[in-house]
């Protein structure tokens, strides 16, 4: 049995190139005392990576050359040396990109298929479900009425930032880009509108979107959206900033928005990482998982069959082709 | 008896020029019941005003054609058809740019000159001091030991908040314009510290005053330091943003810093306006009351006599040209 990883070839230089990444074969490793050895059927494909495999200051240690690159992974368990797991069973892991993984059983997450899809748990159940959470509610702090601005909202942070407003009482608009995405985010998400930031009059848009000014703006993207939105913000505005995935490619520093607004409405940009509000899982989990099992909470999975199409599904994201959550099934899933 | 008073002859594009102001004269108000004339002793001169005389959307309304500019004033009462107040007593008004004012007696504060020079009432003592205490102290919330970086640091803003990041056991470091500032920052003030802006290393000047990097950034100026000092903020940084002063002039928008380090440190930039935190006064006078008399903290001034030089010290505020708190000496000050 060989286990096909992929590995960081080079170091991107602005947009990723599928030559950055190479397909490797190595033997199936063996777990030692109290590992469990996991075959990945879902692994996750998310903007955090692309800083990750870059050599720039970030909150984590870079992938090296030659190295797997680092992912969130959902997997079944083959072999385990860990008391609390058994072959056959669904875990929530880090094995990254690659067919097997071997890792700590402590570390794992046990998964039940019948509670909700295990490829959840990299999603709306996951990761960017609590992201979009603690980013709206304990840094944007959304009062009913008012008004929700997120970017990339069909993607899987901010389509749950949008419809976790809706059920907050407030109203919810969201920035995509191509127009099937705008329509999905209001459609099926139920957010209030949507509008799309190719739109040439993209001030005139999100005015015309939100009438009562911007009180909440979630950040995932950077650039133009948010140098526009920061023309419409109300008084004291909270902009939980996620992500600039505008930006990821960037061979440099970039310019950002003038900040003057800012000062003028007394708001504020809080920058957070999921990482240091793990505490909120539990809270994340019941809120989240009730909201889904009484349907009051949607999503959509973009996903992309086969571990080799990882990187070009990985810098597909980065250029907002994905739909929805992005996972690469890299082996059939027998709970489906 | 005449009053002169300078009103706004046109809004000015860019920086403001000496024929945007004009000098009227006109008769002295009579106060009605429970209204108050005073005499401009002091006239206080801020970057606020800037916003002020500009169309742009702001916190407050415009000063219109015609209008006398505003700002806070200390005066002597001459005439008082309000029960609290007597002719003699000095008090603290908003009776902007001319030599006499009427006002209701209810919104003006009377000022014992025995207890502190009347001056101070608009400078350490006053809106600039606790605009320095409420964001330092309530959004900045440096711990001891931490490092707080202060732009315009020989300011009537800046001097006090890195005077009180070391009262609260800080390291401070000021950045200033000329050397003759950042001296004096040092040596009389006692920062630990003070880079000038004009350095063509700042970052490198800022790295080697900060060598445990910056955890706080109190902001007054925006632009090129603001730009640096992002690329050295520690995880969790606090930036409370007072002022924009650099950009204050510019005729469009401005384009801000890459925002990238606020995301990877988790660090949050807050606006602020003092208005909004009236309530800190009187912490604020018992606290910066007290350092003042203890000797802890102090202050300069850079006082302009006469009101026709209002204009010309005001442009040269926004160049940098002041040193210290700036003050137009409208009518000579008996208490001192």
Redesign the interface.
């Given at each position: 049995m060989t286990n096909r990883r992929i590995v960081l070839a080079r170091r991107p230089v602005g947009a990723p190139k599928s030559t950055d990444f190479s397909l490797v074969q190595a033997p199936v490793p063996t777990p030692a005392e109290g590992e469990v050895l996991c075959r990945t059927i879902y692994l996750s494909l998310d903007p955090y990576m692309r800083?990750r495999i870059s050599e720039a200051?970030?909150?984590a240690r870079s992938v090296e050359i030659g190295q797997v690159i680092v992912g969130g992974t959902v997997g079944q368990v083959v072999e385990s040396r860990h008391p609390g797991l058994a072959p056959g069973d669904y875990v929530l892991g880090n094995d990254g990109w690659q067919e097997y993984g071997v890792s700590p059983g402590a570390g794992l997450r046990r998964l039940d298929p019948r509670q909700a899809p295990i490829s959840t748990a990299l999603g709306v159940l996951g990761m960017p479900g609590l992201t979009a959470y603690v980013g709206l509610l304990d840094i944007g702090r959304p009062k009913p009425g008012e008004t929700v601005v997120v970017s990339a909202a069909s993607g899987a942070v901010g389509s749950v930032v949008g419809q976790i407003a809706k059920i907050k009482g407030c109203r919810a608009v969201g920035v995509a880009g191509a127009r099937a995405k705008c329509d999905h985010v209001v459609r099926e998400l139920g957010f209030d509108a949507c509008v799309s930031h190719h739109d040439a009059d993209l001030a005139g848009a999100l005015r015309a979107a939100c009438p009562a000014g911007i009180d909440v703006y979630f950040e995932n993207v950077?650039g133009r959206v948010?140098?526009t939105v920061l023309g419409l913000i109300n008084?004291r505005a909270r902009i939980p900033?996620?992500?600039?995935i505008a930006?990821y490619n960037a061979t440099g520093?970039?310019?950002?928005?003038?900040?003057?607004?800012?000062?003028?409405?007394?708001?504020?940009?809080?920058?957070?990482?999921i990482s240091?509000h793990l505490d909120r899982l539990p809270d994340f989990l019941a809120d989240v998982g009730g909201w889904l099992r009484e349907g009051r909470l949607k999503y959509r999975e973009d996903i992309v069959d086969g571990l080799e199409r990882a990187p070009e599904a990985f810098i597909g994201l980065l250029e907002g082709r994905n739909f929805g959550k992005l996972l690469v099934r890299v082996a059939p899933d027998p709970a489906r």
């Open positions: 800083g200051r970030s909150y950077g948010l140098e008084v900033l996620c992500g600039l930006q520093a970039v310019a950002g928005p003038d900040l003057r607004p800012l000062l003028v409405t007394r708001s504020l940009i809080q920058g957070f990482i240091d």
